[in-house]
């Protein structure tokens, strides 16, 4: 028997996971589009005008930190992420079950800890501002803190479901953390 997937809270979760995702995929496109136009201006600017855009390294660099940590996120939500399931496949899917609980604990603790630091440095970053943009440094540690909340909010979210989840065939799926496949996906 698989576990049921049709409650209310799973369907919502569900439903604010994929929205949050489209988000955050927007997001990224704008990053990526804003970096492109301001790199690319500022390097025509430079070479053609002999001026260039003074506030355009800073965004830049800005936008790719944000692009790349959010990237993480969606490739996180996605099971994309480097694992080797070689071993854990073959063993039966009771203790796939336990070692995916401990491995997300693992994962979990780690995130803890990014979670801490990040946070730490965003507060110490509030102080300080960039030379030109004047914006805060706690941009880029921002960016590092909530990665690591949104991954574990996702890991709590999937320890909900493995350890509800029945020790059977049929939900070994459950019970890994990245798919080694892309049909997988």
């Known amino acids: ?17 994929d929205v949050l995702h489209g988000v955050l995929a927007a997001v990224m496109a704008f990053s990526l589009l804003l970096m492109l136009i301001l ?6 600017m430079r070479y053609v005008f ?15 930190v944000w692009l790349i940590f959010i990237g993480s996120v969606l490739a996180f939500r996605a099971k994309q992420h480097l694992a080797v399931n070689m071993l854990v496949v073959r063993l039966p899917v009771k203790q796939q079950k336990v070692i995916h609980i401990v491995r997300q604990l693992l994962i979990l603790a780690v995130l803890w800890l990014l979670i801490d630091g990040g946070w730490a440095q965003t507060v110490i970053g509030l102080s300080t501002v960039t030379p030109v943009a004047g914006v ?3 941009i880029f540690s921002g960016a590092v ?3 690591a909340t949104a991954m574990a909010l996702m890991i709590l979210a999937d320890l909900y479901v493995a350890i509800r989840a029945p020790a059977i065939p049929g ?13 997988d996906v």
Do not use: H, Q
């Not at 028997?1 to 996971?17: E, I, P, T």
């Not at 002999?50 to 790719?64: K, L």
């Not at 939900?171 to 049909?183: G, H, I, R």
């Open 145 to 147: 803190w909530f990665c």
């Open 50 to 64: 002999n001026s260039g855009i003074m506030i355009s390294e800073e965004v830049a660099r800005m936008t790719f």
């Open 1 to 17: 028997m698989l576990v049921d997937d049709k409650s209310r809270a799973a369907v919502f979760a569900k439903k604010a996971g």
């Open 171 to 183: 939900n070994a799926s459950k019970f890994l953390t990245s798919y080694d496949y892309v049909e």
């Open 136 to 138: 805060p440094i706690a």
């Open 39 to 44: 790199v690319f201006g500022n390097v025509v």
